[in-house]
């Protein structure tokens, strides 16, 4: 897209990746998503072509298999200002991974793509501060919130004071965790490779979350809130597990993840069993 043509325009235009996770398991955080993206005046558009990122496939070492289930996704984003991400771990695989995957591409105009895609992609609450510069968003919530910061986000994507900064906006006591940026042990196909040692990893981390008694727990990663969530449900937790994309967009209609058996009461006035949380818009 030529500058004329960004310039033409008052709002950026962005392109929302769903994520495989979001898209089957919490539709809820892609909807939160795009209500912070509107909320901060984005043009916000949701490719239907969209495809995986290709990103299972590459860790497991299958680069045929990767670009074949990625290429669909380079057409996908053309006339974006810009791809944003509720998934650190995708926005990782955009950012960087992507390039490597097509460095060797038979087509040029694919390595091409993969270039423009990777300069502009971001994750999501990074995008929000660090490119429009956010100071508010729409969701209000009182009550002790604990942050994991998931390995892809804070290593690759350098996400870390941003969802902090976001969650104080919105009214929340952020409460730090002892080992904040230690893995949960889940990994993508690790936990399944490994499940003794995953296992273990995320006894410690539902260790290091109840030690700080948070009314929630957030991430911005679905693997590890999937993976967090259900250790914390097994030790019979009342801590309630979110995306952050939900609580500051204050959407908190849905379940706790992992409690929709658990508890059929949609979150609204008080997370799963007791605790001072309230929640709701400006």
């Known amino acids: 897209m030529s500058s004329s043509a960004r310039s033409s325009r008052q709002s950026p235009k962005v392109g929302l990746f769903v994520t495989c996770l979001i898209d089957a398991m919490r539709p809820s955080a892609g909807m939160a998503a795009l209500t912070l993206l509107e909320a901060a005046g984005c043009e916000v558009v949701v490719p239907e072509s969209q495809s995986c990122c290709g990103q299972p496939a590459w860790n497991s070492g299958d680069k045929k298999a990767a670009r074949a289930v990625a290429i669909p996704f380079l057409e996908s984003f053309d006339d974006c200002d810009y791809v944003v991400v509720p998934s650190g771990s995708c926005a990782g695989m955009l950012a960087h991974q992507l390039v490597e995957l097509f460095e060797d591409a038979p087509n040029p105009h694919h390595r091409q793509q993969a270039l423009a895609i990777a300069a502009k992609s971001h994750e999501l609450t990074s995008f929000l501060v660090d490119v429009l510069g956010v100071k508010s968003v729409p969701g209000q919530i009182q009550g002790r919130v604990a942050y994991h910061d998931s390995c ?77 969530a259900g250790r914390l449900s097994r030790r019979q937790s009342n801590i309630a597990v979110r995306h952050v994309a939900e609580v500051l967009a204050g959407e908190m209609s849905a379940p706790p993840i992992g409690a929709g058996s658990i508890s059929s009461s949609p979150i609204g006035s008080s997370p799963i069993g007791s605790g001072p949380i309230t929640s709701g818009k400006e």
């Open 152 to 228: 892809s986000s804070l290593r690759e994507m350098q996400v870390k004071d941003q969802p902090r900064q976001l969650l104080k906006a919105a009214g929340a006591e952020v409460v730090d965790l002892d080992q904040a940026d230690t893995c949960c042990g889940f990994g993508g196909t690790f936990s399944v490779k490994y499940g003794d040692i995953s296992g273990a990893m995320v006894d410690s981390k539902a260790e290091d979350v109840e030690a700080q008694q948070p009314d929630l727990l957030v991430a911005g990663d679905m693997g590890c809130l999937m993976n967090i």
